[in-house]
């Protein structure tokens, strides 16, 4: 697993860059991951990170985008405003989350 | 006497109650089975009644056939479960009683949660091919099609036979073809996913058939609605993808009266564990097939292969004993991939889809990830084994656990 160093925080991430410990993870660091692909974060922004960590801790796997919306109480539309484009791996990244399982 | 209540008479439920009938004393054990009505559809036929290969008499029998006596089939809606008081509330006000509940109650698409999708164009330019009524109202429509666009959709994972939307437009490519039509016709195949197909190799393979085909991918697509005016697609990061035809595969949902009581996830599935099946709340409850949370595909494979270890454990646990056998997620598939050749596909939790051989006792190996005419003979001959042999509770030649003798491995691959 490779290591790496964001401002001065050693994590431990996967090949794509998702960070593999829970426990690495701070709301530093995810200001940090959140500038490295574009985004600055907003209270909306937190709210949706917030509830993905929460809900890790209890269910133990990423939330996927209909778990947020439905149980985390934001709109899918919403979602993709505040993490244009791809807001599953964009919020699971910042959130220092393992990338959401592609369903099977 | 003791009672195992079954919720749903699909491949799950009715296997189960043939299994364990055999197993459970009549005079210490009473086994009932619910479902709404007494038609037990091979859901795999769906998949060819578009392109006339099966009729509806085919893939239809009454349920009650393929129970076993001395187990109650009880016909009637479900309202809800209560599972502190282990009780089953029917529609009808009857009340059942269990000591063990299996929940199988599978899986259905559900075209109300898009927008637009059961607007004024549905069933006219807009079909499903997952129900029976859909499937038959396709094939009329197919009948005419010789022009412009059809695109096969996929709302939002998981959907059960998560091969099905591909093999229907690999299917209807070669059936264009055989009418002397596929160069007026756009094919393009539109996916949440971010490849054909979920697992890597399997997503490349597949990948490349669309290319040989000319089908067009467009993935990473979220469906927000559906615009019936203008018939297009319309994707939450605002894509829109017009369609002369579209087939496609609603969100899917487990059944409403988990919602009702309390013990379903966001898609009404059942949260179990996911190598005994039992309910990570209630210690008597079990959710097998489709109705569960299990990251596996929701497929008759998985269903199967759970059913065997489901079985097993079952046993250990009304003596007392602790449960030793491990589901691993076991899925095995033939894709259909027209012009009469089919593919197979066989994984687990941890073993993604890869090429090489599938042992087969009598019948003799069969190619994995690769198209062969004896994996299409393979899938058709299978009808007849699920109506004979599986859902009788029969023993069938595949091992439960996936094994990996005869695949080739990526490291292998590459030193090739």
Redesign the interface.
Known sequence: MPVTTIEGHQIHVDDEGFMTEYDEWSEDLSKVLAAQIGIDLSDEHWQAIRFLRSDFAEQGETATLRRVSVQGGIPTKRLFQLFPKKPAKKMAYIAGLPKPQGCV | MRNLLILGAGTAGTMIANKLRKRLPREDWQITIVDRDDRHHYQPGYLFMPFGTYTEKQVVRSRHAFLPDGVDFVIADIDQVDPEASTVALTDGRNLPYDYLVIATGTTPRPDETPGMLGPEWRKSIFDFYTLEGSAALAKTLEHFDRGRLVVHVT???IKC?VAPLEFVFLAEAWLRGRGVRDRVELTYVTP??GAF??PAASEHLGSMLDERKIALEA?F?V?SIDNEAKTLVS??EREIPFDLLVTVPLNMGADFVARSGMG???NYVPVDKHTLQSKKYANVFAVGDASDI???KAGSVAHFAVDIFVHNFLELIEGRPMTESFD?H?NCFVESGDGKGLLIDFNYDTEPLPGRFPLPKVGPLDLLKESRANHLGKLAFRHIYWNVLLPGRPMPIPTHMSMAGKVTTSENKEK
Do not use: C, F, I, V
């Open positions: 939002e994972m998981p998560p996913l971010p979920t697992k990473d979220m927000e939450y990061d996830d966001e898609l990251p596996a595909s997620g899925a």
